[in-house]
Every structure is written in C-alpha cells, then in structure tokens.
C-alpha cells in the first residue's frame, strides 16, 4: 500500500476492491467513510451495520439519525465532520470484530486519517476507542478529551459510547447528549484540554453497572 500519493478517492477504490480479510465475502457494499476531506472532526464507529451495508455510507441507520441529532445540537452538519469505521466491511449478523480482521483493515483508516488531519477524532464505541488507548473501561473516559500523539499525527481523542448503545440503555443515551455538549465546550475552548487529562476514576454504582453492561455489550 503507497501512502505518497494517496487520495482519499484512491483510497476508498483500494477500499471497493479489497480482499485482505473475508469480510467482502459476505458484505454487499464496502463502507468507506464520507464527508468532510478536510474537517477537523472525524467520528470513528466500528463497522458498517445493516442499513450502511445496504447504502455504502456510514451511520445511515438509527444510530446515524441519532449522531446527526446529535451534531445538530451542537451546530454541525454532516458535511462538516467526516465519518468513518474502523472495518470497511460488515461483519456477519453484526457481530464483534475479530483482531485479525481490525488488522487487516487498520491502514486504510491510518491512511484516511493521516491525509484529513482532523483536531479532534471522536471515536464511537469500545472497539473504535481501543485504536488509539488500551486498558481502560469507556464507562470510565467517555467524553473526557486527552491529547495524544498517534503515528506522527497529534490530534485531540474524545470517546463516546456508540449510539446504537445509547439508543439501548437510557443512561447511557443520556451521556451520550451530555458528552456531546462537553465536545461542543472543547471544540470551542481547546486549551482547556491538557496533555495529562485524566480518566475518571470515580466509581459509583452506576458506573459500576456500566461496567457489568460493558463486558456483555460490544457496542459500547
Ligand atoms: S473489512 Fe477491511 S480488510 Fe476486510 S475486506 Fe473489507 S476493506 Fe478489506
């Protein structure tokens, strides 16, 4: 794979005519991402569902009404973040996916997101969140900003719970649009994030609960 003269249109035709895992087997259309080339968000879910698969776009379902609520709340449109996953491919029946799978496909979003230079990558979900920090719970960090270097590119990483999780569990929806106001704050007061934010690790009972939900529920 060249990265010297990558496109994000290249890219996404490297992306259409990928074998490098069996995903494209079962999958009917290959969910590159879309939007903003040049955006300084991009929100990171973890595979193309039902409705993606059918269309080729991400978030195009339930999940992505919500997302698109969501970002009107704050004052964005779509065509002013860019979406991506971290599978290209649909999993069979939704399922979690497998290492070697995220593996597989892991240079195609390195790519997408060293040509966009995004200020800010949302991830949404446990499996986009563990991309880029590892060892911690997304009950514990959601909506909480810390600035990292990730393969040369410094950019600052907020996670959210997938909406699909948020559209399940009213709690968690309810973090999900307080989260979103916090990303609001931060994208206007950058400066306020400090390379040493912590996680935190306060645990009530809730957060404990959500950590029991986390252990059964991929999509968190
Ligand atoms: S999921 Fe990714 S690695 Fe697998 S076939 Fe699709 S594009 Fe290729």
Redesign the pocket.
């Known amino acids: 794979m060249k990265s010297s003269s990558d496109t994000l249109q290249s890219i996404t035709q490297?992306?259409n005519r990928?074998?490098?895992?069996?995903?494209?087997?079962t999958?009917t259309h290959?969910v590159?991402g879309e939007g903003n080339p040049h955006a300084q968000i991009v929100f990171i879910g973890e595979?193309p569902g039902f409705y993606e698969d059918q269309q080729g776009l991400p978030f195009v379902g339930r999940s992505g009404k919500l997302l698109d609520l969501c970002l009107e709340e704050i004052g964005l449109q779509r065509s002013d973040v860019w979406i991506g996953n971290v599978?290209?491919?649909r999993?069979p029946q939704n399922r979690d996916p497998l290492p070697q799978?995220i593996s597989?496909?892991?240079p195609?979003l390195d790519r997408q997101l060293k040509l966009i230079q995004p200020k800010f990558v949302v991830t949404l979900g446990r499996f986009a969140m563990e991309k880029f920090i590892s060892g911690v719970y997304i009950s514990r960090v959601h909506g909480q900003p810390r600035f990292i270097t990730w393969e040369s590119n410094e950019f600052f990483l907020f996670p959210l719970y997938h909406p699909a999780a948020a559209l399940r569990n009213p709690h968690i929806k309810k973090d999900f649009y307080q989260d979103f106001k916090r990303l609001r704050h931060y994208l206007d007061n950058p400066s306020e994030i400090t390379p040493t934010t912590k996680p935190n690790t306060t645990q009530d009972n809730n957060t404990q609960n959500k950590d029991d939900q986390e252990k059964q529920m991929s999509l968190l």
């Open positions: 490297e992306i990928c074998q490098r895992c069996s995903l494209y087997k999958a290959a590159p595979a599978l290209k491919h999993p799978e597989a496909c892991k195609f």
